[in-house]
């Protein structure tokens, strides 16, 4: 059993979240061939809901604590032809700056893979600086 958090000297890393809403796991396949850039970063923004979702959880349900958000990592399903990995990962770090301004804006790698977890076309997660 792997949890999904780990609290740390002050850093909440959240493992890798998935575009699921009230446990039916979505947009399963992959970028660029049956998702087109606007439905992977909204897929990317679901990702990201759920990653808030369990620090809320993790943070005794006080987003307050979040001090910065330090890093994300997208991993995108990506069809051999889809080269729009990075722009379709911004629908998780937009989120982060919609929901924590300036604290918000954080660093990020953006790696397009083969294989996902379910075959869903996008997994992402955070390390974010907490009180």
């Known amino acids: 059993h792997i ?3 780990a609290l ?4 909440l890393y959240i493992s890798g979240m998935i ?11 992959k970028a660029g061939r049956e998702f087109d850039l606007a439905q992977v970063q909204e897929a990317a923004r679901l990702s990201a809901l759920n990653m808030l979702a ?3 959880d993790a943070l005794g349900g006080d987003l307050d604590r979040v001090r910065r958000v330090v890093k994300l990592t997208g991993y995108v399903n ?3 032809g ?5 722009p379709a990962v911004n629908g998780a770090s937009d989120l982060m ?3 924590f301004g300036e604290a918000g804006r954080h660093a990020r790698t953006a790696v397009g893979v083969a294989v996902m977890p379910f075959n869903v076309v996008i997994e992402v997660e955070g390390i974010f600086e907490v009180d």
């Open 78 to 80: 990506a069809d051999p």
């Open 19 to 29: 575009p699921q809403w009230n446990g039916e796991r979505r947009f399963i396949g």
């Open 3 to 5: 949890e999904g958090t």
């Open 54 to 56: 369990q620090a809320k």
């Open 82 to 86: 889809f080269h729009d990995v990075t």
């Open 97 to 99: 700056i919609e929901v």
């Open 8 to 11: 740390s000297r002050g850093q």
